[in-house]
Protein backbone atom coordinates (compact mmCIF):
# COMPACT_ATOMS: atom_id res chain seq x y z
CA UNK A 1 0.00 0.00 0.00
CA UNK A 2 2.82 2.41 0.57
CA UNK A 3 3.54 2.13 -2.97
CA UNK A 4 0.77 3.15 -4.10
CA UNK A 5 0.39 5.72 -2.30
CA UNK A 6 3.74 6.84 -3.25
CA UNK A 7 3.29 6.11 -6.70
CA UNK A 8 -0.49 6.92 -6.96
CA UNK A 9 0.10 9.89 -9.52
CA UNK A 10 2.24 7.60 -11.81
CA UNK A 11 -0.66 4.88 -11.27
CA UNK A 12 -3.00 6.52 -12.96
CA UNK A 13 -0.83 8.17 -15.68
CA UNK A 14 -0.22 4.50 -16.98
CA UNK A 15 -4.06 3.00 -16.91
CA UNK A 16 -4.72 6.69 -18.90
CA UNK A 17 -2.02 5.92 -21.43
CA UNK A 18 -3.49 2.51 -21.53
CA UNK A 19 -6.86 3.63 -21.95
CA UNK A 20 -5.83 5.73 -24.88
CA UNK A 21 -3.63 3.36 -26.60
CA UNK A 22 -7.15 0.57 -26.62
CA UNK A 23 -9.34 3.79 -27.55
CA UNK A 24 -6.89 4.13 -30.45
CA UNK A 25 -6.95 0.90 -31.43
CA UNK A 26 -10.47 0.53 -31.36
CA UNK A 27 -11.36 3.02 -33.14
CA UNK A 28 -9.49 2.85 -36.05
CA UNK A 29 -10.23 -1.41 -36.47
CA UNK A 30 -13.94 -0.35 -35.58
CA UNK A 31 -14.52 2.98 -37.30
CA UNK A 32 -13.80 3.93 -41.13
CA UNK A 33 -14.19 6.67 -43.64
CA UNK A 34 -14.14 7.72 -47.40
CA UNK A 35 -10.16 8.24 -47.91
CA UNK A 36 -9.02 11.74 -47.30
CA UNK A 37 -5.28 11.15 -47.62
CA UNK A 38 -3.72 14.33 -49.45
CA UNK A 39 -1.49 12.31 -51.76
CA UNK A 40 1.40 13.76 -54.03
CA UNK A 41 1.48 12.08 -57.00
CA UNK A 42 5.15 11.50 -58.43
CA UNK A 43 6.32 14.20 -61.01
CA UNK A 44 5.77 13.29 -64.35
CA UNK A 45 9.17 12.29 -65.86
CA UNK A 46 10.72 13.01 -69.57
CA UNK A 47 14.12 11.34 -68.76
CA UNK A 48 13.60 9.07 -72.20
CA UNK A 49 14.63 9.95 -75.21
CA UNK A 50 17.14 12.71 -74.76
CA UNK A 51 20.36 12.49 -77.39
CA UNK A 52 23.42 13.38 -74.87
CA UNK A 53 26.39 14.08 -76.00
CA UNK A 54 29.71 15.61 -73.58
CA UNK A 55 32.31 18.23 -75.25
CA UNK A 56 35.73 18.85 -73.41
CA UNK A 57 36.66 22.42 -73.12
CA UNK A 58 39.67 24.47 -73.39
CA UNK A 59 39.80 24.57 -69.97
CA UNK A 60 40.01 20.87 -69.55
CA UNK A 61 36.03 21.06 -67.94
CA UNK A 62 33.38 19.15 -69.89
CA UNK A 63 30.17 19.95 -71.35
CA UNK A 64 27.28 17.54 -71.42
CA UNK A 65 24.31 18.62 -74.24
CA UNK A 66 21.12 16.85 -73.50
CA UNK A 67 18.24 17.65 -76.24
CA UNK A 68 14.87 15.98 -76.63
CA UNK A 69 11.21 16.76 -78.00
CA UNK A 70 9.06 18.41 -75.02
CA UNK A 71 5.59 16.28 -75.19
CA UNK A 72 2.37 17.84 -75.50
CA UNK A 73 1.53 19.87 -72.33
CA UNK A 74 -1.34 20.56 -69.92
CA UNK A 75 -2.03 24.01 -68.29
CA UNK A 76 -0.52 22.34 -65.16
CA UNK A 77 2.68 20.93 -66.37
CA UNK A 78 4.38 24.46 -67.15
CA UNK A 79 8.05 23.88 -65.77
CA UNK A 80 10.82 21.91 -65.75
CA UNK A 81 13.25 20.73 -63.01
CA UNK A 82 16.09 18.80 -62.65
CA UNK A 83 19.42 18.59 -60.35
CA UNK A 84 22.25 20.33 -61.06
CA UNK A 85 26.04 19.81 -59.39
CA UNK A 86 28.46 22.50 -59.81
CA UNK A 87 27.23 23.44 -63.46
CA UNK A 88 27.19 26.08 -65.44
CA UNK A 89 23.76 25.88 -67.76
CA UNK A 90 22.15 27.29 -70.46
CA UNK A 91 18.59 26.16 -71.76
CA UNK A 92 16.80 26.65 -74.87
CA UNK A 93 13.99 26.07 -76.28
CA UNK A 94 13.76 26.11 -80.18
CA UNK A 95 17.25 27.65 -80.33
CA UNK A 96 15.92 30.41 -78.33
CA UNK A 97 17.84 30.84 -74.89
CA UNK A 98 15.12 30.83 -71.67
CA UNK A 99 17.36 30.20 -68.77
CA UNK A 100 20.94 30.58 -66.95
CA UNK A 101 22.92 29.66 -63.99
CA UNK A 102 26.52 30.22 -63.01
CA UNK A 103 27.33 33.23 -65.43
CA UNK A 104 26.21 36.02 -62.34
CA UNK A 105 28.86 36.02 -59.60
CA UNK A 106 31.56 38.15 -58.49
CA UNK A 107 34.84 36.02 -58.80
CA UNK A 108 36.98 34.89 -62.18
CA UNK A 109 35.94 31.54 -61.48
CA UNK A 110 33.08 30.15 -59.45
CA UNK A 111 34.04 29.50 -56.28
CA UNK A 112 30.69 26.80 -56.15
CA UNK A 113 28.16 26.35 -58.12
CA UNK A 114 26.19 23.93 -55.35
CA UNK A 115 24.14 21.10 -55.70
CA UNK A 116 20.47 22.25 -55.89
CA UNK A 117 17.15 21.78 -57.93
CA UNK A 118 16.60 23.59 -61.02
CA UNK A 119 12.74 25.10 -61.60
CA UNK A 120 12.14 26.83 -65.01
CA UNK A 121 8.87 27.98 -66.17
CA UNK A 122 8.46 27.17 -69.50
CA UNK A 123 7.12 29.87 -72.28
CA UNK A 124 3.66 29.17 -73.09
CA UNK A 125 3.21 27.24 -76.28
CA UNK A 126 6.27 25.01 -75.43
CA UNK A 127 4.84 21.43 -75.87
CA UNK A 128 6.09 20.00 -79.15
CA UNK A 129 9.13 21.85 -79.43
CA UNK A 130 12.96 21.31 -78.77
CA UNK A 131 15.02 21.56 -75.88
CA UNK A 132 18.48 21.58 -75.26
CA UNK A 133 20.41 21.77 -72.24
CA UNK A 134 24.10 22.48 -71.72
CA UNK A 135 25.90 21.53 -68.55
CA UNK A 136 29.37 22.64 -68.32
CA UNK A 137 30.68 20.69 -64.80
CA UNK A 138 32.90 23.06 -62.91
CA UNK A 139 33.34 20.13 -59.64
CA UNK A 140 35.45 17.42 -59.00
CA UNK A 141 33.68 14.34 -59.13
CA UNK A 142 32.90 11.63 -61.72
CA UNK A 143 29.09 10.60 -60.85
CA UNK A 144 27.93 14.23 -61.86
CA UNK A 145 28.05 12.08 -65.14
CA UNK A 146 25.38 9.78 -63.61
CA UNK A 147 21.64 9.69 -65.39
CA UNK A 148 19.52 12.80 -64.83
CA UNK A 149 16.21 12.88 -63.99
CA UNK A 150 14.07 15.80 -66.11
CA UNK A 151 10.32 16.38 -64.77
CA UNK A 152 7.29 17.96 -66.08
CA UNK A 153 4.66 19.67 -63.58
CA UNK A 154 2.90 22.96 -62.01
CA UNK A 155 5.51 25.41 -60.53
CA UNK A 156 3.94 25.04 -57.26
CA UNK A 157 3.58 20.99 -57.36
CA UNK A 158 7.04 20.73 -58.31
CA UNK A 159 8.26 22.28 -54.90
CA UNK A 160 5.30 20.64 -52.81
CA UNK A 161 7.18 17.20 -54.12
CA UNK A 162 10.96 18.51 -53.56
CA UNK A 163 9.41 19.68 -49.48
CA UNK A 164 7.69 15.90 -49.22
CA UNK A 165 11.01 14.31 -50.44
CA UNK A 166 13.08 16.20 -47.19
CA UNK A 167 10.64 16.20 -44.77
CA UNK A 168 12.15 13.38 -42.62
CA UNK A 169 15.99 14.98 -42.90
CA UNK A 170 14.18 18.54 -41.95
CA UNK A 171 12.22 16.64 -39.23
CA UNK A 172 15.45 15.07 -37.81
CA UNK A 173 17.23 18.63 -38.24
CA UNK A 174 14.02 20.21 -36.02
CA UNK A 175 14.68 17.81 -33.30
CA UNK A 176 17.82 18.33 -33.54
CA UNK A 177 17.08 21.89 -33.25
CA UNK A 178 15.05 21.85 -30.46
CA UNK A 179 17.36 19.96 -28.47
CA UNK A 180 20.42 22.49 -29.14
CA UNK A 181 18.29 25.00 -27.92
CA UNK A 182 17.31 23.53 -24.23
CA UNK A 183 21.27 22.53 -23.67
CA UNK A 184 22.13 26.14 -24.42
CA UNK A 185 19.41 27.97 -22.25
CA UNK A 186 20.76 25.11 -19.94
CA UNK A 187 24.44 25.99 -19.92
CA UNK A 188 23.45 29.69 -19.63
CA UNK A 189 21.27 28.68 -16.75
CA UNK A 190 24.19 26.75 -14.91
CA UNK A 191 26.59 29.33 -15.47
CA UNK A 192 24.59 32.47 -14.24
CA UNK A 193 24.43 29.65 -10.54
CA UNK A 194 28.11 29.79 -10.96
CA UNK A 195 27.99 25.98 -11.79
CA UNK A 196 30.07 24.14 -14.49
CA UNK A 197 27.61 24.64 -17.78
CA UNK A 198 30.10 24.56 -20.44
CA UNK A 199 29.90 21.41 -21.39
CA UNK A 200 25.92 21.97 -22.17
CA UNK A 201 27.48 25.26 -23.99
CA UNK A 202 29.59 23.12 -26.24
CA UNK A 203 26.81 20.31 -26.61
CA UNK A 204 24.43 22.72 -27.84
CA UNK A 205 26.73 24.41 -30.19
CA UNK A 206 28.02 21.47 -31.82
CA UNK A 207 24.42 20.18 -32.26
CA UNK A 208 23.50 23.50 -33.47
CA UNK A 209 26.16 23.54 -36.28
CA UNK A 210 25.50 19.84 -37.33
CA UNK A 211 21.89 20.88 -37.73
CA UNK A 212 22.70 23.76 -40.20
CA UNK A 213 25.31 21.65 -41.63
CA UNK A 214 22.20 19.14 -42.81
CA UNK A 215 19.73 21.55 -43.46
CA UNK A 216 21.94 23.33 -46.30
CA UNK A 217 21.73 20.44 -47.85
CA UNK A 218 17.96 20.07 -47.71
CA UNK A 219 15.09 22.32 -50.37
CA UNK A 220 14.70 24.63 -47.38
CA UNK A 221 17.54 26.90 -48.30
CA UNK A 222 16.13 27.35 -51.81
CA UNK A 223 13.00 28.27 -50.28
CA UNK A 224 14.22 30.74 -48.18
CA UNK A 225 16.86 32.63 -50.04
CA UNK A 226 17.73 33.35 -53.78
CA UNK A 227 21.40 33.59 -53.23
CA UNK A 228 22.95 29.96 -53.56
CA UNK A 229 26.25 31.78 -51.98
CA UNK A 230 24.05 31.63 -48.55
CA UNK A 231 23.58 28.29 -48.76
CA UNK A 232 27.40 27.92 -49.32
CA UNK A 233 28.45 30.28 -46.54
CA UNK A 234 25.88 28.22 -44.27
CA UNK A 235 27.28 24.76 -45.22
CA UNK A 236 31.02 26.27 -45.33
CA UNK A 237 30.72 27.89 -41.48
CA UNK A 238 28.96 25.04 -40.16
CA UNK A 239 31.56 22.32 -41.82
CA UNK A 240 34.55 24.44 -40.42
CA UNK A 241 33.04 24.56 -36.73
CA UNK A 242 32.42 20.67 -36.41
CA UNK A 243 36.01 19.62 -36.02
CA UNK A 244 36.22 22.59 -33.58
CA UNK A 245 33.00 22.66 -31.33
CA UNK A 246 33.62 18.40 -31.07
CA UNK A 247 36.61 18.04 -28.76
CA UNK A 248 35.38 21.22 -27.02
CA UNK A 249 32.79 19.21 -26.02
CA UNK A 250 34.70 16.17 -25.62
CA UNK A 251 37.59 17.69 -23.78
CA UNK A 252 34.87 18.37 -21.02
CA UNK A 253 33.25 15.36 -20.45
CA UNK A 254 36.85 13.44 -20.71
CA UNK A 255 39.03 15.95 -18.60
CA UNK A 256 41.96 12.90 -18.03
CA UNK A 257 42.54 13.84 -21.68
CA UNK A 258 42.09 17.65 -21.46
CA UNK A 259 45.84 18.92 -23.38
CA UNK A 260 45.25 16.43 -26.30
CA UNK A 261 41.54 17.57 -26.92
CA UNK A 262 41.98 21.21 -26.27
CA UNK A 263 45.07 20.85 -28.64
CA UNK A 264 42.97 19.31 -31.65
CA UNK A 265 40.81 22.06 -31.22
CA UNK A 266 43.21 25.05 -31.45
CA UNK A 267 44.93 23.60 -34.43
CA UNK A 268 40.80 23.40 -35.87
CA UNK A 269 40.19 27.04 -35.43
CA UNK A 270 43.39 27.93 -36.66
CA UNK A 271 42.26 26.00 -40.18
CA UNK A 272 39.29 28.10 -39.54
CA UNK A 273 40.87 31.19 -39.17
CA UNK A 274 43.55 30.71 -42.62
CA UNK A 275 40.56 29.47 -44.60
CA UNK A 276 38.26 32.54 -43.86
CA UNK A 277 40.65 34.50 -44.45
CA UNK A 278 42.27 32.88 -47.82
CA UNK A 279 38.09 33.19 -48.51
CA UNK A 280 38.04 37.02 -48.21
CA UNK A 281 41.32 38.21 -49.41
CA UNK A 282 41.96 35.67 -52.39
CA UNK A 283 38.42 34.48 -52.97
CA UNK A 284 39.77 31.36 -52.34
CA UNK A 285 36.57 28.55 -51.33
CA UNK A 286 37.04 25.59 -48.68
CA UNK A 287 36.40 23.02 -51.86
CA UNK A 288 40.60 24.41 -52.90
CA UNK A 289 41.92 22.71 -49.99
CA UNK A 290 38.87 20.50 -49.00
CA UNK A 291 41.64 17.03 -48.61
CA UNK A 292 43.39 19.31 -45.90
CA UNK A 293 39.88 20.15 -43.72
CA UNK A 294 39.16 16.67 -44.47
CA UNK A 295 42.55 15.00 -42.97
CA UNK A 296 42.09 17.94 -40.14
CA UNK A 297 38.45 16.57 -39.55
CA UNK A 298 39.75 12.70 -39.44
CA UNK A 299 42.32 13.76 -37.12
CA UNK A 300 40.12 15.59 -34.75
CA UNK A 301 37.65 12.59 -34.61
CA UNK A 302 40.78 9.34 -34.30
CA UNK A 303 41.58 11.81 -31.27
CA UNK A 304 38.33 11.78 -29.93
CA UNK A 305 38.04 8.19 -30.24
CA UNK A 306 40.96 7.30 -28.93
CA UNK A 307 40.59 8.91 -26.02
CA UNK A 308 37.29 7.74 -25.44
CA UNK A 309 38.78 4.12 -25.69
CA UNK A 310 41.30 4.64 -23.45
CA UNK A 311 38.43 5.97 -20.80
CA UNK A 312 36.46 3.25 -21.49
CA UNK A 313 35.91 1.92 -17.95
CA UNK A 314 34.78 5.07 -16.52
CA UNK A 315 30.90 3.88 -16.20
CA UNK A 316 29.75 7.33 -15.72
CA UNK A 317 30.66 8.15 -19.29
CA UNK A 318 30.10 5.22 -20.83
CA UNK A 319 27.18 6.39 -22.43
CA UNK A 320 28.61 9.15 -23.64
CA UNK A 321 31.51 7.12 -25.02
CA UNK A 322 29.67 4.79 -26.81
CA UNK A 323 27.36 7.87 -28.70
CA UNK A 324 30.82 10.10 -29.56
CA UNK A 325 32.03 6.39 -30.73
CA UNK A 326 29.41 6.24 -33.25
CA UNK A 327 29.10 9.48 -34.27
CA UNK A 328 32.95 9.39 -35.03
CA UNK A 329 32.95 6.11 -36.82
CA UNK A 330 29.59 7.65 -39.45
CA UNK A 331 31.97 11.01 -39.51
CA UNK A 332 34.27 8.39 -40.86
CA UNK A 333 32.53 6.82 -43.11
CA UNK A 334 31.24 10.04 -44.37
CA UNK A 335 34.34 11.18 -45.45
CA UNK A 336 35.37 8.03 -47.03
CA UNK A 337 31.78 8.17 -48.94
CA UNK A 338 32.53 11.71 -50.52
CA UNK A 339 36.40 10.95 -51.64
CA UNK A 340 35.78 7.30 -52.73
CA UNK A 341 33.16 8.55 -55.33
CA UNK A 342 30.80 6.81 -57.42
CA UNK A 343 30.41 3.17 -56.16
CA UNK A 344 26.98 2.39 -56.47
CA UNK A 345 24.45 5.04 -55.84
CA UNK A 346 24.69 4.58 -51.95
CA UNK A 347 28.59 6.10 -52.21
CA UNK A 348 27.68 8.88 -54.34
CA UNK A 349 30.09 11.77 -53.10
CA UNK A 350 26.71 13.74 -53.43
CA UNK A 351 24.89 11.35 -50.77
CA UNK A 352 27.64 11.54 -48.05
CA UNK A 353 25.49 13.45 -45.34
CA UNK A 354 23.50 10.56 -45.50
CA UNK A 355 25.71 9.05 -43.39
CA UNK A 356 26.15 11.94 -40.86
CA UNK A 357 22.37 11.86 -40.37
CA UNK A 358 23.08 8.61 -39.48
CA UNK A 359 25.50 9.37 -36.58
CA UNK A 360 23.73 12.24 -35.22
CA UNK A 361 20.68 10.42 -34.77
CA UNK A 362 22.25 7.45 -32.61
CA UNK A 363 23.93 10.55 -31.15
CA UNK A 364 21.22 12.48 -29.92
CA UNK A 365 19.23 9.35 -28.86
CA UNK A 366 22.12 8.11 -26.69
CA UNK A 367 22.20 11.31 -25.20
CA UNK A 368 18.58 11.10 -24.23
CA UNK A 369 18.88 7.76 -22.89
CA UNK A 370 22.11 8.46 -20.83
CA UNK A 371 19.52 11.73 -19.38
CA UNK A 372 16.72 9.12 -18.82
CA UNK A 373 19.08 6.74 -17.04
CA UNK A 374 20.95 9.38 -14.79
CA UNK A 375 17.28 10.86 -13.93
CA UNK A 376 15.95 6.56 -13.10
CA UNK A 377 19.12 6.54 -11.14
CA UNK A 378 18.53 9.66 -9.42
CA UNK A 379 14.64 8.43 -8.30
CA UNK A 380 15.28 5.30 -7.05
CA UNK A 381 18.21 6.17 -4.95
CA UNK A 382 20.77 3.99 -6.42
CA UNK A 383 23.45 6.04 -7.23
CA UNK A 384 24.73 9.50 -5.70
CA UNK A 385 23.14 13.00 -6.99
CA UNK A 386 25.02 13.86 -10.27
CA UNK A 387 27.36 16.63 -11.02
CA UNK A 388 25.26 19.00 -12.91
CA UNK A 389 28.12 18.24 -15.93
CA UNK A 390 27.19 14.45 -15.73
CA UNK A 391 23.05 15.33 -16.57
CA UNK A 392 23.08 15.69 -20.62
CA UNK A 393 19.61 16.56 -21.17
Request: proline share 3%; with cysteine.
Amino acid sequence: MTYVRDHFSEIVMAIAVIAFIFTGVFALVKYKTENIQLVVDPMSSISEGWEITETKNKDASYTLHYKNKLPAMASNHSALAFGSRDEVLYVYIDGKLIYTYGIENNFTKPINLGDHFVLINLPENSGGKDIEVYATYKGKHTDWRADREFWLEGNDGIILKLIKSDIPSIAICFVMLILAVFEFFKSIFLICRHQKGRVHLYLSLFILVSTSYLLSNTVLMQLMFKNMYVKYLISYFSFLSLPCLFPMFAKEKLTRFNLPLASAAVLSWAYSVVSLGLFVIASIGIEKHLYVAHGLMAFVVITVLVCCILDWKNKQQKNLIVGTIILGIFAIISLFAYHQGYIKAFFSAYNFRFFYYIGMIFFVIILLFDSYQHSANKLAGSAAPAEPDDVLV
